[in-house]
């Protein structure tokens, strides 16, 4: 799996497409570490565009569990943008709406995070 | 094969409150304006009208699940404090007659043995119980919640034939007509799932049991464990976020995980269990809608029929 990764108005935006599943949460999280290790204090926060994500189960899940707890320890920021309706349900099921910054747009998260 | 729930509750038992009776109330009545109440019928065809967190409760008590076979010895999956309703259930069936009781327990904590000291049959000679568990301090946690101070009946003075068997995980067992067999979960001090098997259904309690689902393989020896179960008895107490972030190592799953478990092994029913005693019934009915809607969206096969526990619920299977 590989993101698109894009510096807008000082912030990371990284675009992943497909299904973040027991297949895909190993590349994701694989393809995101580089980016999470520069996720600190003082450098652009993260933003994931998963307008392409038709799906995610737990695994990819805990994947953003982890990524999250990494930036939040190192004083970073990260936050996910422009879910799909199937997404965003599996969000609210699980609960992973209150834990992670969810907006509903790239343009949302940009403006708020930069 | 009959499934009797008789404590449905997670780690403390629960009441219903004034207030939460009150909020029924309320909502019965301001959904009954222009309904004709006028017989008794009619007042009772309302009544069951109404979404089960109004009408009805799912009940607080600890852990306790019984297994009617069909056979003449009793199966009793836990002691919570759903075991004394069930004492009172099991004397107005038989009596003084004495009976063989056999109890499977997850493990040993608090909310699971609880209800022992209040399980009648344990007090009347005649009746066996014998208590099936995995861990070898099983009769020393039995024997301890009954000394003094904290009860004030010593476990020696109960006239019943007590036995502890303790048995060991992966290994088939021929018990009162069933093949049982336990799984080690992870849990503080370790718990145990149960499969049963009567020849025409399975079911599996798998309660106080936190699962890594970033360990593929542990995910596939559970799949295998649970493989085309008719029902699956599923500690879901927290959601998912809550379970792998701040309640992470407190030794409890997701519906979510169930849902993905379930769907794995090909089981028929999922039935959510061990819920978290600071839900209320509207809380507690939201989770068992938002599970079958993730059920839905993430059927590939068969659909999964999904249930949520409550005390007295009966499943035939």
């Not at chain 1, 996910?80 to 998260?109: G, M, N, R």
């Not at chain 2, 780690?11 to 009545?29: D, G, H, Y």
């Given at each position: 799996m ?16 497909g299904r973040i599943d027991q297949a895909g949460a190993e590349p994701f999280s694989a393809a995101l570490s ?21 799906y995610i189960s737990s695994i990819g899940l805990r994947a953003l569990m982890l990524a ?26 699980s ?20 | ?182 799984k080690k979960q992870r ?6 799932g ?12 798998t309660?106080?049991s936190e699962h890594d689902v970033g360990d593929l393989a542990e995910r596939a020896a559970f799949a295998d464990f649970f493989h ?6 599923f ?5 998912l976020?809550?379970a792998i972030?701040?309640?992470e190592?407190?030794?409890?799953s997701s519906?979510i995980v169930g849902v993905e478990l379930c769907q794995l092994a090909q089981a ?30 993430t059927?590939e ?17």
């Amino acid at each position: 799996m590989q993101l698109r990764a894009q510096l807008i108005n000082g912030i990371q935006l990284l675009s992943t497409q497909g299904r973040i599943d027991q297949a895909g949460a190993e590349p994701f999280s694989a393809a995101l570490s580089p980016y999470l290790a520069d996720c600190q204090a003082g450098q652009p926060a993260i933003v994931l565009d998963f307008a392409g994500v038709e799906y995610i189960s737990s695994i990819g899940l805990r994947a953003l569990m982890l990524a999250h707890k990494q930036a939040t320890a190192q004083q970073g920021r990260i936050a996910i943008a422009a879910l799909t309706p199937l997404v965003a349900e599996v969000f609210v099921i699980s609960h992973f709406d209150q834990v992670l910054k969810v907006y509903p747009t790239v343009a949302d998260a940009i403006e708020d995070l930069r | 094969m009959k499934v009797r729930f008789w404590g449905t509750r997670g780690s403390i038992p629960v009441s219903m409150t004034a207030q939460a009776v009150r909020a029924k109330l309320i909502t019965a009545l301001s959904g009954a304006a222009g309904v004709d109440l006028s017989s008794h019928e009619q007042v009772v065809a309302y009544v069951d009208r109404l979404d089960f967190a109004t009408a009805g409760c799912f009940g607080g008590h600890s852990s306790c699940v019984q297994l009617e076979t069909g056979g003449s010895e009793h199966i009793i999956l836990d002691m919570g404090s759903g075991a004394r309703p069930l004492a009172g259930h099991y004397l107005g069936q038989h009596g003084g007659k004495p009976q063989t009781y056999h109890v499977f327990m997850s493990h040993l904590h608090w909310d699971h043995i609880m209800g022992f000291p209040f399980f009648t049959p344990a007090y009347i000679p005649g009746n066996q119980l014998i208590i099936h568990s995995c861990h070898s301090e099983a009769e020393f946690a039995f024997r301890r919640q009954q000394a003094e101070p904290s009860f004030p009946v010593d476990f020696s003075l109960l006239r019943a034939d007590i036995r502890f068997d303790v048995m060991e995980p992966g290994r088939d067992y021929a018990v009162a007509g069933l093949t049982v067999s336990a799984k080690k979960q992870r849990h503080g001090g370790d718990s145990y799932g149960w499969r049963f098997d009567d020849g025409k259904a399975v079911v599996v309690y798998t309660t106080d049991s936190e699962h890594d689902v970033g360990d593929l393989a542990e995910r596939a020896a559970f799949a295998d464990f649970f493989h085309q179960a008719d029902l699956v008895i599923f500690d879901a107490m927290y959601s998912l976020a809550a379970a792998i972030s701040v309640k992470e190592d407190w030794g409890h799953s997701s519906n979510i995980v169930g849902v993905e478990l379930c769907q794995l092994a090909q089981a028929k029913r999922l039935c959510l269990f061990h819920h978290e005693p600071a839900y209320d019934d509207l809380q507690i009915a939201q989770i068992l809608n938002e599970t079958r809607r993730f059920e839905e969206l993430t059927r590939e096969g068969a659909p999964l029929e999904i249930l949520s526990a409550w005390d007295g619920l009966e499943v035939v299977l």
